[in-house]
Nanobody
Framework: QVQLVESGGGLVQTGDSLRLSCVASGRTFSNYIMGWFRQAPGKEREFVAF????????DYADSVKGRFTISRDNAKNTAYMQMSSLKPEDTAVYYC????????????????WGPGTQVTVSS
């Protein structure tokens, strides 16, 4: 069983920046493609970004391209998401997850999930 724990969320104002972290244990982190998702109240879980096993290939949702950057440090079993120019529309619980099979942009493609960290962006 893989354990994932996100951190770094908080309350910020429009235009601010945050860096989220995700620490993994229980399996070799470098073996996994990983992704970040988010879920706002009353909405479905939404793809944000993913990274291949070594961080050499990434992809982002259109809504965050140019503002968010995914990265990973496999030696520390940690993934990051740097978020800049935050907007109220970014308010959500953010989850990191490890890929299993299927579409990279679909929650159903991921097997292991952290409990999430809240990001709130005020106007």
């Amino acid at each position: 069983q893989v354990q994932l724990v996100e951190s770094g969320g908080g309350l910020v104002q429009t235009g601010d920046s945050l860096r989220l972290s995700c620490v993994a244990s229980g399996r070799t982190f470098s073996n996994y493609i990983m992704g970040w998702f988010r879920q706002a109240p009353g909405k479905e879980r939404e793809f944000v970004a993913f990274s291949n096993r070594i961080g050499s290939a990434t992809d982002y949702a259109d809504s965050v391209k140019g503002r968010f950057t995914i990265s990973r440090d496999n030696a520390k079993n940690t993934a990051y998401m740097q978020m800049s120019s935050l907007k109220p529309e970014d308010t959500a619980v953010y989850y990191c997850a490890l890929y299993n099979s299927g579409g990279y942009r679909l929650p159903s493609g991921y097997k292991y999930w952290g409990p999430g960290t809240q990001v709130t962006v005020s106007s």
